[in-house]
């Protein structure tokens, strides 16, 4: 049973389209969080979410959209997709903001 | 800017021998301390973390070890097993704040 699991694991989209991904945690963790790994390796957090509030926004476009319907979900919405969003983005979830973080087995964007 | 950094993009140890991961960060507040494992095609899988009041954590074949003076950050593991070939990250926090990490440092441990 995944205990963080995002949809989908692939997504080719073409420019300018608007896509989503979804992330679902059934480990009853209070925070979430959205991280982008780019094509150098980094992975840096863009969102993260606790107790269905937002409490970190790095600088993020904003056409990307995050959406937390519930403490267990957060959905990251992305707007007129461009060539540079493309890279692996991973959901993750952790007890508390800081601590050992959960993570999905991400989703790689492709934007043609 | 980066603030955790893994300066050894690479690292090949036989196996049985120990593998030692380097870090190193330039934020003095940082006080929690987590080591990341990846396999390709996944998602990274917490290892072992230390807060900045202990300087050594063991974990069965993995101890990490801080020197907040040098802001210096290490995995040991010993012995290598095949199954330790992987991508390991390195990463910081301060307080509850979010987590900073490195570029990741590729194991290949060789038969």
């Known amino acids: 049973d995944t205990a963080v699991s995002q949809t989908p694991k692939y997504l080719v989209t073409q420019m300018g389209n608007d896509k989503s991904i979804k992330c679902e945690q059934n480990l009853g963790h209070d925070t979430m969080y959205w991280y982008k790994q780019d094509s150098k390796k980094f992975l840096k957090i863009m969102f993260s979410y606790n107790n269905k509030e937002l409490i970190i926004n790095e600088t993020v476009p904003n056409r990307f959209s995050p959406k937390s319907p519930d403490k267990a979900h957060l959905n990251l919405h992305i707007n007129s997709l461009e060539l540079g969003d493309s890279a692996v983005y991973f959901c993750?979830?952790?007890?508390?903001?800081?601590?050992?973080?959960?993570f999905g087995q991400g989703t790689r964007l492709t934007v043609v | 800017d980066q603030q955790v950094k893994q300066n050894s993009p690479s690292l090949s140890v036989q196996e049985g021998r120990i593998s030692i991961l380097n870090c190193d960060y330039t934020n003095s507040m940082f006080d929690y301390f987590l080591w990341y494992k990846k396999y390709p095609a996944e998602g990274p899988t917490f290892l072992i973390s230390?807060?900045?009041?202990?300087d050594k954590n063991e974990d069965g074949r993995f101890t990490v070890f801080l020197n907040k003076s040098a802001k210096h950050l290490s995995l040991h593991i010993v012995p290598s097993q095949p199954g330790d070939s992987a991508v390991y990250f390195c990463?910081?926090?301060?307080?509850?704040?979010?987590?900073?990490f490195g570029a990741g440092t590729t194991v290949t441990v060789r038969a």
């Open positions: 230390i807060s900045s009041i202990k």
């Open positions: 993750a979830s952790s007890p508390t903001v800081g601590t050992e973080a959960f």
């Open positions: 990463a910081a926090s301060v307080g509850d704040y979010k987590l900073s």
